[in-house]
């Protein structure tokens, strides 16, 4: 089955950075790779998501690339806000990976 | 629309007792899932249904048996609740099939076994 691993488990920013994790898979048949950020207390939302076919997308401050031959995508965050701050899961056939909780300090 | 909703939202059992979680949406989606969140662990799927009448296990299935009602509903019974099974336990829907496209998720229902 699949397996997915993603790092770095935390990591913290000045506001204004830019942040990046990344997430690796194991089964190359996999063409859909979202992410999702949950919040404190509450359920995970899709923020972005890619499909094997494109090697980027981007959608405002946030963008997924995806290198198929090398089996891993990353999630980037620029012009980081406070309100980013969130635990953000990578996820690969209904696999997840296991999060990564992200600071952004004002 | 509601989307995804699950009840309870809060349970504490003691071991070996038994309990339904329930989950609906009004989505119209086929395919419904669900997952358990620990600390560390990201989500880790339980048990999903492709559509309705089937059902299939996911990474973590010990313990728990599903049924998928009807195309809205889809519940997870734990039948002798056990301490490892204590976590928070997230309902989804999917307009695709497999998890090829964005899944929706419920509220979740936070679940203490003593």
């Known amino acids: 089955g699949e397996n997915v691993e993603q790092h770095p488990s935390t990591l913290s920013v000045q506001e204004g950075d830019s942040a990046v994790i990344k997430c690796t898979y194991s089964?190359?048949?996999?063409?859909?790779f979202p992410w999702y950020k949950q919040e404190l207390g509450k359920r995970p939302q899709l923020i972005i998501d890619?499909?094997?076919?494109?090697g980027e997308k981007k959608d405002q401050r946030i963008a997924v690339t995806l290198n198929k031959t090398a089996k891993h995508f990353s999630l980037h965050i620029t012009e980081t806000q406070p309100e980013d701050s969130a635990v953000y899961f990578c996820?690969?056939?209904?696999?997840f990976g296991a999060g990564t909780r992200l600071t952004v300090k004002p | 629309n509601a989307g995804v909703t699950q009840t309870p939202k809060f349970q504490v059992l003691k071991t070996g007792q038994s309990m339904t979680l329930q989950c609906a949406q009004d989505?119209?989606?086929?395919?419904m899932y669900w997952y358990r969140q620990d600390p560390g662990m990201g989500l880790r799927l339980i048990y999903y249904?492709?559509?309705?009448?089937?059902?299939d296990k996911g990474e973590v299935p010990n313990g728990y048996n599903v049924s998928r009602l009807n195309k809205r509903e889809f519940s997870l019974r734990l039948e002798s609740a056990a301490p490892s099974q204590t976590s928070v336990y997230f309902c989804?829907?999917?307009?695709?099939?497999?998890?090829?496209?964005?899944?929706?998720f419920g509220p979740g229902t936070r679940l203490t076994v003593l």
């Open positions: 989505m119209n989606h086929n395919s």
């Open positions: 249904s492709a559509s309705e009448g089937t059902t």
């Open positions: 890619i499909r094997s076919n494109v």
């Open positions: 089964d190359s048949a996999s063409n859909y």
């Open positions: 996820a690969a056939h209904m696999r």
């Open positions: 989804a829907s999917s307009g695709w099939d497999r998890v090829l496209g964005e899944q929706f």
